[in-house]
């Protein structure tokens, strides 16, 4: 899997949440791939990727000035995006609706959706321009399915891969495609801490959380990559409006 093929050769690709262990999948294959590649993420939070082709860009995707001129940085250091991946998002505190608060929904939703909506906004008039693009969504299978614990991120979630149909409805004429990705649960960083968190112990946490899907264990942040990768490259180029889900089966059952 680590060979170069140059599938995404030459192309400007946005990733957002850049330097989360998802995104930096994204942002390290497509660099090898041969995108020139900005990566975003918060302020404060260091870059983890070192390749010639990454450069980083602090932002807020939750600002729309920032976002405005972050986009309009880019384009003018590296070149109009071709490609722009939405990898930016927080799961939230776990409780039900009537536990959860407004200054939690307001922050779930500013960053989920606000977030993806804000950079959409700002890079697909770049493509619409070139009459050329590809958009790539972070939604989830919890976008797909409900379940009783985080009922704000299914939320947002189910609002991003919505919003990403109907700009595939409207962004078809100017060979823009839009498509949304759905990982299952990876083995990150976030998952591990709360492996060690849970009163149960990492190892039956494990097999509560993935014992029973067909492929019976967590995915890697890179076989999310490899699936954004396809979207981003030409290979995917009658693909719009789709759903990728990578799950392990999860939602097959």
Known sequence: ???????????????????????????????????????????????????????????????????????????????APDVLVNAAGIIGRPAPSHE?????????FDVNVKGTWLMTKHVVPHMIEKQAGSIINFSSIHGITGGRNVPLYHATKGAVRLLTKSDAAAYG??????????????????????????PVGPEAYYEQLVGGNPLPRQGKPVEIAYGVLYLASDESGFSTGSELVIDGGYTAQ
Do not use: W
Request: charged letters at 25%; proline letters at 3%.
């Open 173 to 198: 004429e100017h060979g823009v495609r839009v498509n949304s990705i759905h990982p299952g649960s990876m083995d990150t960083r976030m998952s591990r801490r709360s492996a060690e968190n849970s």
């Open 100 to 108: 959860s608060t407004a200054d939690e929904f307001d922050a779930i």
């Open 1 to 79: 899997m680590s060979a170069t093929t140059g599938r995404v050769q030459g192309k400007v690709v946005v990733v957002t949440g850049a330097r989360g262990d998802l995104g930096s999948a994204c942002v390290r294959l497509l660099a090898q791939e041969g995108a020139q590649v900005a990566s975003l993420d918060r302020p404060g939070v260091p870059g983890v990727v070192e390749h010639r082709s990454v450069v980083e860009y602090d932002a807020d995707i939750t600002d729309a000035e920032d976002v405005a001129a972050t986009v309009a940085r880019v384009a003018e250091e590296l070149g």
